[in-house]
């Protein structure tokens, strides 16, 4: 379910996506999607706009095992 984000002064939408989703990458473009007009705004959306955060996938990086001894 999506969640409603009232923006507050100074923000960006790369520092709301980041301080909601950990991330600014492949999020940012989502979020922009969902919200139709946002990106007209420029970088920092009106104080007080609602902006919906859509839910993403989280992705969990996958590490390499390294053997030390075999």
């Known amino acids: 379910m999506a969640r409603r984000y009232t923006a507050k002064q100074g923000q960006t939408v790369d ?10 990458a492949s999020v940012t473009e989502l979020v922009l999607e969902a919200n139709p007009g946002l990106a007209e705004f420029g970088p920092f959306p009106p104080v007080g706009t609602v902006i919906v955060l859509p839910d993403v996938e989280v992705r ?6 390294v053997k030390l001894w075999d």
């Not at 520092?15 to 600014?24: D, M």
């Not at 969990?60 to 095992?65: D, V």
């Open 60 to 65: 969990t990086k996958e590490r390499e095992l």
């Open 15 to 24: 520092l709301i996506c980041l301080e909601h989703y950990g991330r600014t």
